[in-house]
Each structure stands twice: as structure tokens, then as C-alpha cells.
């Protein structure tokens, strides 16, 4: 059985690093781990392409590193490995900087700052008005990704019925 998560590559830290200056500045001291997730995740019937959690302190504890994470990572982002490696490098961004509208910097609070946020609506409504010349990218990268699962299902279960047939 692999495991279900995996690195990701220099590119995706760029494009996390490029989106986070651009339009979070209030989290360049947030420590942000990526991950790829290898496997299929549905939310309410809905592909899940990326997601993000905020760690409790176990995390933060498994997370330590000398480097980077000395006291753990604030967030970790998964993505999913065969939607990314399918779209643009635009609808990478919208992804990042839409996982990142889930983040709140309190200022104000004692132990740990960094605090999730829900939707304002079914996405974010900074999101709707920077999308508004691709308002249904996130449907249509869905159903790419969809597509892309269902071919490789389809290519597994060829392969089985070959393999009995001889």
C-alpha cells in the first residue's frame, strides 16, 4: 500500500511564494507546508482539488525541522497530484491564492495568530471579482481532473478484463 501524500516540487513553492507576496503579506512569516495528495478526495460530492488545514500541536511537533518549520508548519496545503499536473499555471495560482483566502492573520491573538476561515459565499467574494473573466474555472478544472480519473478507471478495468481473457 503507498502512501497516500507526497513532495511537491520547486515550482509549486514558487507559485505558493509568488501568490502569498502578492496578496498576503500579512503571512510571510506563516510557515506553509505543501503537499501532493496521489489519491481521489470528494467533499459534498465534490472533487476536492486542494485543501487547507490549519495544524494543532501534534502537527506542529511532526512538522519541526531544523530549517524552515523550526516550531512546525501554521498550515498544510494538499493538492491534488492529477489535477496540478493537468492545468496552467493560472488556474495553479487561483487554487493557491483560493486556499489562501481561508487564512486569517489575528494580530491580537496570545498563542497562535494564524486562524482558518469559511467561504464568504460558495468561494470568496475577492475571488469572484479577480475570476470574473473565467468565472467557472474551478467546474471546468474539476471536470478535467474528473475526466483524467475516469479514463485511468476505465484503463484499469481493460487491463483486468485482458488479463482473465487470457
Known amino acids: 500500500m503507498g502512501l497516500r501524500y507526497d513532495e511537491v516540487n520547486d515550482h509549486v513553492l514558487a507559485l505558493l511564494r509568488e501568490v502569498r507576496s502578492q496578496d498576503f503579506p500579512e503571512l510571510v512569516n506563516a510557515k506553509i507546508k505543501v503537499l501532493f495528495d496521489l489519491k481521489k478526495r470528494k467533499s459534498g460530492g465534490m472533487l476536492v482539488l486542494a ?14 525541522n531544523g530549517a524552515d518549520a523550526i516550531e512546525g508548519y501554521d498550515y498544510i ?8 499536473e493537468n492545468i496552467t499555471d493560472l488556474d495553479r495560482v487561483k487554487i493557491l491564492r483560493h486556499e489562501l483566502r481561508h487564512t486569517f492573520f489575528d494580530i ?17 467574494y475577492e475571488e469572484v471579482e479577480l ?8 467546474e471546468r478544472v474539476a ?9 485511468e478507471k476505465e484503463a484499469r478495468v481493460e487491463k483486468k478484463r485482458k488479463k482473465k481473457a487470457n
Open 77 to 84: 496545503i494538499t493538492l491534488d497530484k492529477k489535477c496540478w
Open 143 to 151: 471536470t478535467l481532473t474528473e475526466d483524467i480519473y475516469e479514463q
Open 108 to 124: 491580537e491573538s496570545d498563542d497562535n495568530p494564524y486562524k482558518l476561515l469559511n467561504h464568504s459565499i460558495s468561494d470568496f
Open 51 to 64: 485543501r487547507i488545514i490549519k495544524t494543532n500541536d501534534l502537527m506542529r511537533h511532526l512538522t519541526k
Open 131 to 138: 475570476n470574473k473573466n473565467d468565472p467557472r474555472w474551478r
